[in-house]
């Protein structure tokens, strides 16, 4: 809990004392690409590509056409597969570890000038609600990795994705005129993403965090 503390207090800090004008809000649509990974959750372990898409508001900061609050509605997958280099043709290589969130990432938004074609950055907390998970080809010698297998000698060990997880995201892309923005972002999770997995034989009880690199495409409608 404090490790989500910190980030959202920043951001309720900027937007308390800025002079946000949300008359003045745009908004947009977004769709892209995610390549992500989950530390410490299965082995084998590799990235996961997927998708992403949904809605933002762009919302002005002071007087300055520089700066911005810019919150967001996706669809976001995440996950990972098996496919680690040195474990093809093993037990598990072939297993796809899916999780759909619907995501809330709010982002400080800052371009590094007021010319209508520039060059920006963002920072800001990503919350994720799971809204589906879906396992395929689990290892034989891990069933437990799917969350609708259960061991009888492992009663308390279990796949299951947690239902909320959170994470901070940094960025950077190129706007066009306003209008039409490429951003590339990495996200990394501070929550525990399969706390089922903490007491897996052999494993760890390391933090399971999800990270996604994504590359995206904004439309901001005038």
Do not use: W
């Amino acid at each position: 809990m404090k490790k989500i503390l910190l980030p959202s207090v920043l951001l309720l800090s900027v937007m308390s004392f800025a002079q946000i004008d949300f008359s003045s809000t745009r908004f947009g649509v977004s769709a892209g690409g995610n390549l992500s990974a989950v530390k410490n959750a299965h082995n084998p372990s590799g990235r996961r590509l997927t998708v992403q898409a949904g809605v933002l508001a762009l919302i002005p900061v002071g007087s300055a056409n520089q700066f911005f609050i810019q919150p967001e509605i996706q669809y976001f997958g995440a996950g990972e597969t098996g496919k680690d280099k040195d474990a093809k043709g093993k037990d598990g290589y072939d297993a796809v570890y899916a999780n759909d969130y619907l995501s809330v990432p709010v982002s400080f938004k800052a371009y590094f000038s007021e010319a209508e074609s520039e060059f920006f950055g963002l920072i800001g907390p990503r919350f994720n609600f799971l809204i589906n998970q879906r396992v395929k080809d689990a290892p034989v010698s891990r069933p437990y990795y799917d969350p609708d297998v259960t061991v009888a000698s492992l009663p308390d060990v279990d796949g299951k994705a947690n239902s909320f997880n959170f994470g901070i995201g940094f960025g950077f892309g190129y706007s066009y005129k306003r209008q039409l923005e490429v951003t590339a972002r990495y996200d990394f999770g501070l929550s525990n993403t399969y706390p089922g997995l903490d007491k897996e034989p052999n494993g760890t009880n390391k933090n399971k965090s999800e990270q996604v690199l994504s590359l995206g495409i904004n439309y901001i409608f005038r």
